[in-house]
Nanobody, 125 residues
Framework: VQLVEFGGGTAQAGGSLRLSCSSS????????VGWFRQAPGKEREFVAA????????YYADSVKGRFTISRDISKNTVSLQMNSLKPEDTAVYYC???????????????????WGQGTLVTVSS
């Protein structure tokens, strides 16, 4: 299973970026896909996740109302639309996947088996 992130870059505070995670090699629309991020000197943290149901989504409190995770089943892609960006959103963003994760563990990075290489998002003030 390979995951590849696209769409990182630089934005000004208040701006928007859209990240995409493309999967191949055995994933399916049934997989749980999550986005995590890691800022310099900090631990990797949960951002958002989507389960097999397209309406079954989860968000960290810090991004709720600003970020939206979505899934395009036909393209085997999961996207993260990031609006109202803040400088504290600056981090390397990773997508991760696994065939099944219970809801109570969906924010835990250790539950995910497959990871992308990460894409850098920089938000300037």
């Amino acid at each position: 299973v390979q995951l590849v992130e696209f769409g990182g870059g630089t934005a000004q505070a208040g701006g928007s970026l859209r990240l995409s995670c493309s999967s191949s090699g055995g994933t399916s629309s049934r997989f749980v896909v999550g986005w995590f991020r890691q800022a310099p000197g900090k631990e990797r943290e949960f951002v958002a996740a989507i389960r097999r149901s397209l309406t079954d989504t989860y968000y960290a409190d810090s991004v709720k109302g600003r970020f939206t995770i979505s899934r395009d089943i036909s393209k085997n892609t999961v996207s993260l639309q990031m609006n109202s960006l803040k400088p504290e959103d600056t981090a390397v963003y990773y997508c991760a996947a696994r065939d099944y994760i219970i809801v109570s563990a969906i924010t835990s990075a250790s539950q995910y088996h497959y990871w992308g290489q990460g894409t850098l998002v920089t938000v300037s003030s």
